[in-house]
């Protein structure tokens, strides 16, 4: 029943976020605050050489209200529908905020995504809350504890996940850096997605996965073992010929220092 009630707030939920402002420069002004949003990647998980990756979230509500928030985790590589939310009250114009977020107030481990949402009193969507979150992701150097390296993931509002195809660029897969691919299923059933890995500096076949995503989770795949200095990397649901509620995200990660970068997947002209 949660699960269903879910779904009908996301339907439902268009009208409540203002959507992307396009200026006459032709730059793009993003909404301030939302009432609900998605954090792509979080975790707490344990790397290869003692190198230990957490997350550093604050949720900011910037109503003049206290607001009642749901965290919903969606775990990595299982469903996450039979997981109940969190549910606590951030206080008018403050903020939450941790820097193992997952561990202190989503309760979990390992790597996923968080939905946050604002309800009402009696458990609706509320559609005067004023929510933002930031988040990055951050590690110890290997083998070292002098300091950390950090990549930032940008959180998306609900309306930025109704897709059918997007587009990944500015990432790279060769000797130098490993890549991964993150795709975040926000609905109720398994999703299947085709990913594919083409080289900018041509003369490089692409290389393509076929993945299944399970409802309410997220599925992170590394890219293949060809080599791709630079890539445009396209994410296609291929379980039905309409838009569905998903995004995804890609990450490069230097194999030396553990310098990292991330990119949202966008909706190629």
């Known amino acids: 029943m949660k699960r269903f009630v879910l779904a ?16 006459p420069n032709g ?39 206290a607001q009642r928030v749901r965290l919903y985790w969606l775990p990595s590589g299982s469903s996450g529908t039979s997981i109940a939310p969190r549910e606590l009250t951030i206080q008018a114009r403050a903020a939450i905020a941790s820097e193992d977020f997952v561990s202190n107030y989503m309760l979990q481990t390992g790597l996923g ?9 009696g458990g609706a969507l509320d559609l005067t809350a004023k929510l ?3 988040a990055r992701i951050y590690s110890n150097m290997p083998n070292s504890n002098a300091g950390v390296v950090s ?15 997007l587009t990944l660029v500015g990432l790279k897969h060769d000797s130098r850096f490993r890549m991964n691919v993150g795709i975040v299923n926000l609905e109720s059933t398994s999703q299947t997605f085709a990913i594919t890995f083409v080289g900018t500096a041509g003369g490089e076949g692409p290389d393509v996965l076929n993945v ?34 998903w995004t995804a995200y890609g990450s490069s990660v230097d194999n ?14």
């Open 8 to 23: 009908l707030m996301l339907s439902s939920a268009t009208a409540a976020f203002a959507a992307p402002t396009a200026q």
């Open 212 to 245: 299944t995503v399970p409802p309410m989770s997220l599925l992170q795949v590394p890219a293949p073992n060809a080599s791709h200095v630079n890539l445009q990397v396209a994410v296609v649901n291929t379980s039905t010929p309409q838009a569905a509620k």
């Open 113 to 121: 995504a968080i939905m946050i949402q604002a309800v009402t009193d």
């Open 151 to 165: 990549q930032t993931f940008d959180t998306l509002p609900m309306t930025s996940v109704d897709n059918l195809r």
């Open 132 to 134: 933002r979150a930031t």
């Open 27 to 65: 730059m793009v002004t993003l909404p301030g605050s939302t009432t609900q949003l998605l954090i792509p990647a979080a975790g707490n998980v344990a790397g290869a050489n003692g190198v230990v990756f957490r997350s550093d979230i604050t949720v900011f509500n910037y109503a003049e209200h």
């Open 256 to 269: 030396q220092t553990g310098d990292s970068w991330s990119e949202l997947g966008f909706v190629q002209p």
